[in-house]
């Protein structure tokens, strides 16, 4: 078996969880290689005996069974970045907070690498964004993809901004709000979430569009097909507005038409533990729990 490692960064506190993964890993005779950064940073604090490194996307290939994050949700995004449509599967070791996408607790590592080297789990896919803008912008080309959603904001002002928006080519409204976000249902736990938005389960076939603190109060998340392009244009007092793909973000200007819709690849997630979308909700939402002291 053979694996990539990615972390964004070392935390001190992770190290005995990070000294437990390379140990199964060398224990079980795993080949693993580790992303160069995140390396860098590690290897100052943990001894690895044998560390190969990896610098970009080109080369990870079919070669390599997972992909295991160590960190939070927003590890698994920046990940995302090096998967790509390689299909390589993600297993997320959640050493974060909340973890909806890094479902694999610290303490469950050992069980988990035993699991995955005796073939006891299964692969959810996730579907993502596509993003295409005219004009084009030039640092989207190689990056025009999000895991869990793309949002419209403002940048330099106060003032509240116009998303003139459009499904399949049709007039759907124009927001004046702070934004507007599309969600997948993976990021319907995420930003949209907080600006009031739904749960959407992991295989509905849906987006959702979410408006940030609109004005027009009868403005309300909207829940559509997955099929949908989704185009709109921004307005307002500024000339230039933030256009967010996870946590990357860059900049547009007025008018710009941003097109959005489902992309052609997948992103392949590991579940283990029986650790379901719905056992995660009622985890990290105390759904089902009397929290009255």
Not at 85 to 95: A, D, L, Q
Not at 260 to 288: A, D, P
Request: contains cysteine.
């Amino acid at each position: 078996m053979k694996i990539a490692i990615y972390g964004q960064y070392y935390k001190p506190e992770d190290k005995k969880y990070v000294e437990e993964l390379f140990n199964m890993l060398e224990t079980n005779s795993v080949t693993f290689v580790i992303e160069k950064n995140y390396y860098s940073g590690l290897k100052k604090h943990i001894e690895i005996s044998t560390a190969k490194t990896f610098r970009s996307y080109k080369e990870l290939d079919n070669s390599f069974d997972f992909m295991v994050t160590i960190g939070g949700d927003g590890t698994i995004l920046r990940a995302v970045t090096f998967i790509r449509n390689s299909n390589i599967p993600i297993v997320g070791i959640n050493t974060g907070r909340l973890g909806f996408l890094a479902t694999v607790q610290k303490e469950e590592i050992k069980n988990a690498i035993e699991q995955l080297i005796n073939g006891e789990f299964i692969v959810k896919e996730r579907a993502l964004l596509s993003v295409t803008t005219s004009p084009k912008i030039k640092n989207l080309a190689a990056l025009n993809f999000a895991l869990n959603e793309v949002s419209v904001n403002r940048k330099n002002t106060a003032s509240m901004i116009t998303v003139e928006t459009y499904l399949d080519n049709e007039y759907l409204t124009s927001y004046w709000a702070d934004g507007l976000i599309i969600a997948t249902p993976t990021g319907s736990t995420g930003y949209s979430l907080s600006c009031g938005g739904p749960i959407i389960t992991p295989q509905a076939k849906s987006f959702v569009l979410t408006p940030i603190a609109p004005h027009n109060l009868n403005a309300r998340p909207l829940v559509i097909p997955d099929d949908t392009v989704i185009k709109f244009k921004v307005s307002g007092r500024e000339d230039k507005f933030f256009l967010s793909l996870d946590s990357r973000i860059t900049t547009i200007k007025r008018n710009t038409e941003v097109q959005v819709e489902k992309s052609k690849f997948n992103l392949k997630m590991v579940q283990l533990n029986k650790q379901t979308f719905i056992k995660t909700l009622r985890e990290k939402l105390l759904w089902g729990q009397d929290t009255r002291n």
